[in-house]
């Protein structure tokens, strides 16, 4: 029997727009990434970006939305993608994601462009707490970019660059103008750009390490989001909390990590097309 | 779709014209018009349509309206409203406006009409008590006599005296305006796309200031288009807002919760233009008393209401339940005692009745809204994903 359908999510984040394709099978529980494409918004108008990726996407597989597109979820900034199916939020679509990367994940750690997020999940992806650091953007994804760019390094490079290091001097982690004033001080000392952006790294780290200690944290958990693409970034964390006394972390990371809450949405999208079917309902 | 478009941009402009353009024009059409500005929750405007004066809402500034001498009358520890009001009385916004009625709602709107009296801001100033008594030859006399009062004041400004067959035509106009909001209430439990809560809150808004003939137009085209089957649905829950009767949340605000993954059904922003929920006696010899019975007998529960007899936590339930509700949004102002003082009543009793709600707070001028869109969001998605 031949019940699969296709789902779509878009996850509209700070920095970036990502979306997926899925092939989503309710009857033999499967389903598959069939196509993925991310955007950098750069100053953009993201409705226009988003729309654009949808279009593309479904022109790249020979797929007509209103035809074949069953549910088309939006994560993030919703309100940026106009033609959807439904909206979920991003620390639901974050968990699922976490779960289809790694299906044994306890806890799911969304290190996204404007903030780091852990959550605790169950068993089916249900988000049962969590915790996210404060408004500052020194702890998120985007002042990552902002130094690798003063750097003149390209965002692919950073993760590579940090696992080169071999004596990182941490910069502030309170403020990232402070971070930023510190930069440009270990630049001026000759501090090679492995160690700085390592240094960046660990600063960072040690915020993620210190919400899943106060999450109580489960293992294995799941690195997610832009920053867990971040080779140097896993290490940092996997570092910090190696250090830390009574914890036992088994960390997870993937290459597609920034597609995490666009592949959530997807899912959820299927899971609830499934469910309005049998009430019914048909969007 | 340029029609429903058209109607929607003339609602939004009028729902947030502080100037208040459209009444200044329609009483400087006519010398003897009278315009009288009332604030939340519900007056009778009835009573004002048919002596020639017109009613015109005061809900706040909102986020539009910068505060800086409005602070100056009141504590930190007291609600935004009153302070917008403040500024624009004293900027002159309502300067046009002959007098103000401020019906009972709780300490701090009969502290502001003191306060107008002060500043001497329009002809007259009325505190007008509603009855807590629901006996009508107790309260309902009471009510009645409250009117006549409002209703001298306008005859000493224009000298209109009230005709049976004046106030009938005007409760026959009002019956039909709220006839006419409640269908397009009764399309959106079923069809909530057709028409966003954001542009209905608009075209309700704007119904507070502008001639009731003029509304009843806009309101008679605007069911003609959501009759049809326009929009496209979407995957939402739908939810019962309540508490936010006085003070108005932000447009930003109002726009969140259903961004945010939910479809409101139901709710009290523009409490007073659906006050009556059954049509007044438009035939009856003593239309003063037609209007105290529907308010005795046929009003909406609110938190300014003390009715014993009438848990309002029963009957918000009840207003779930018939509009298919998954859930109630409670939104208070920050510091509005009455709606923070009936929440805990509202929450014990609804975690009785297995009615799932969220709760949180809002102020009117507030434009950040990250933090309410991720607890609906949640609540959305904790609905949507994990109940049968």
Known sequence: MNDTIYTMGVDVGGSYIKCVLVSYNKEINDHKVLDKQTEKIRKRNPKIVASEIVTDLLKRNNLDYDKDISYLASTGEGEMVERKTGHFYSMTSHSRGGKHFFPDAKTVVDMGGLYVRAIKIDEKGKVMDYKMTGQCASGSGQFIENISRYLGLAIEEVGQMSLKADNPEIPSGICAVLAETDVINLVSKGLSTPNIVKGINLSIAQRVVKLLGALKAESPIALVGGMGMNEGMVQAVEELAEGKKNRDFKFLSSKDAIYSGAIGAALWGGFRYYKLKEKGVTL | ?388
Request: charged fraction near 25%; proline fraction near 4%; include cysteine.
């Open chain 2, 1 to 388: 779709m340029n029609g429903l478009e058209n109607l929607l941009g003339k609602c939004k402009e009028y729902a947030f014209d502080l100037e208040f353009n459209r009444a200044k024009q329609w009483k400087s059409e006519d010398d003897k018009r009278v315009l009288v500005g009332y604030m939340p929750i519900y007056f009778p405007r009835e009573i004002l349509h048919a002596v020639g004066a017109m009613g015109v809402g005061i809900f706040g500034g909102g986020d539009r309206k910068q505060i800086i001498k409005g602070d100056a009358y009141y504590q930190s520890y007291i609600c935004h409203i009153p302070r917008s009001i403040i500024e624009l009385a004293l900027d002159k916004h309502m300067e046009h406006l002959d007098g103000f009625i401020f019906p009972s709602i709780c300490d701090v709107i009969r502290n502001l009409s003191g306060i107008f009296k002060q500043l001497k801001v329009g002809k007259f100033v009325k505190y007008m008590d509603f009855p807590q008594n629901f006996l009508p030859e107790v309260g309902g006399k009471f009510y009645q006599d409250e009117m006549k009062h409002v209703l001298k004041y306008i005859k000493e400004i224009n000298g209109v005296k009230l005709t049976t067959e004046n106030l009938n035509h005007s409760i026959e106009l009002y019956n039909k305006n709220r006839k006419l909001i409640e269908h397009i209430y009764n399309v959106r439990q079923e069809f909530p796309w057709r028409i966003s809560i954001e542009d209905l809150y608009h075209v309700i808004r704007a119904g507070t200031v502008i001639p009731v003939e003029e509304h009843n137009e806009i309101l008679e085209e605007l069911c003609a288009i959501i009759d049809e089957d326009i929009g496209a649905p979407m995957d939402k829950i739908k939810v019962v807002v309540s508490g936010a009767f006085c003070e108005q949340p932000s447009i930003g605000l109002i726009k969140a919760i259903e961004e945010a993954g939910c479809y409101v059904v139901d709710d009290d922003y523009m409490l007073g233009s659906r006050m009556i929920l059954a049509d007044i006696d438009s035939k009856s010899d003593n239309p003063l008393e037609a209007i105290s019975n529907a308010y005795i007998n046929h009003s909406q529960y609110s938190s300014s209401i003390y009715d014993v007899h009438n848990p309002k936590e029963y009957r918000l339930a009840k207003i779930v339940k018939e509009r298919g509700a998954d859930g109630v949004i409670f939104a208070s102002a920050s510091f509005c005692d009455p709606s923070l003082l009936d929440a805990p009543i509202f929450q014990n009793a609804f975690d009785e009745l297995g009615i799932r709600y969220i709760a949180f707070q809002y102020s009117e001028n507030i434009n950040q809204y990250k933090v309410i869109k991720e607890q609906v969001g949640t609540f959305s998605d904790s609905i949507k994903l994990w109940e049968d």
